[in-house]
Structure formats: structure tokens, C-alpha cells
């Protein structure tokens, strides 16, 4: 597995304003405070959303009053989360995850035939490549 050049790690209250701004696509302080599910203080709002920006996650307005917007994707933030995963809990093993997964959930069918695309699609990967010229 890959090392990233730099990985995304976030905190869980930074995680919960960007849930927040995917939903809402763009909020104010004041908004992303009512919006959120559980008590945590206006000042708490604002400073994860200025830490966001900081780490260029977080798009801020220059209108009054300032507005914010996500400008990482769902799929990035959980990608960091996932490998970080793989690698400290089933060491760089994708299988015991995986198994931990299939047999401790009931999958529906689109979720059973997914799994089998990546599989194929894995297969298909570690093939041995055919070269052009016809002589192997």
C-alpha cells in the first residue's frame, strides 16, 4: 500500500462541519450552529470552520455575513480515514476487514455485486500485460 505524501487526518468535530457543509452546500457560522445535532458553542463553529479553511478544505466568503462551502469531496476525507484503518488496525490486510464486514452485515444485492466488480476489476489488474511486438 502507497504512502501519501500527505495524508488527511481530521478531527471528528472538523468531520461533523463538513458532513454539515455536503448537506447544506454553503452555511454561515450562525447556520452551521443551528445545524448542528449536537450542543457545542457558536465560538467552537467558527473556529473548526477557520481551522477548514486554513487547511484549504473550507472555501469562506468575502461577504458579510461570510458564508462557507467544502471544497474536498466526501470520497477524499474517507479515503485518508479508510487507509489509516487498514494500516494500523489489520496491517496494510485488506482481507480481515473485509471479511469482518461481509459476515457481521447483510449486504443487499447491489452492495454484493459491487464487491464483485472490484474483485473482477482487481483480477483483471494483476493480470500480466500483453506486449505488442508478439514475442513474451
Known amino acids: 500500500m502507497k504512502k ?9 468535530g472538523e ?3 463538513l458532513e454539515l457543509l455536503w448537506r447544506h452546500t454553503t452555511l454561515t457560522i450562525s447556520q452551521a450552529h443551528e445545524a448542528m445535532e449536537r450542543k457545542v458553542g457558536y465560538t467552537t463553529v467558527q473556529t473548526r ?6 487547511k484549504g478544505l473550507v472555501r469562506r466568503t468575502g461577504l458579510h455575513p461570510a ?3 467544502a471544497v474536498i469531496r ?3 476525507v474517507s479515503r485518508g480515514d479508510l487507509d489509516s484503518l487498514v494500516r494500523h488496525v489489520t496491517f ?3 482481507v480481515p476487514l473485509v471479511a469482518h464486514l461481509v459476515k457481521d452485515r447483510k449486504l ?8 464483485k466488480q472490484l474483485i473482477d476489476e482487481a483480477e483483471l489488474a494483476q493480470r500480466p500485460k500483453k506486449s ?3 514475442a513474451t
Open 4 to 12: 501519501r505524501a500527505k495524508e488527511l487526518r481530521l478531527a471528528a
Open 15 to 17: 468531520i461533523e462541519i
Open 132 to 134: 505488442k511486438g508478439g
Open 49 to 54: 470552520l477557520n481551522r477548514l479553511v486554513e
Open 67 to 69: 458564508s462557507y462551502e
Open 92 to 94: 496494510g490486510q485488506v
Open 74 to 76: 466526501p470520497e477524499a
Open 108 to 115: 443487499s444485492e447491489d452492495e454484493i455485486r459491487e464487491l
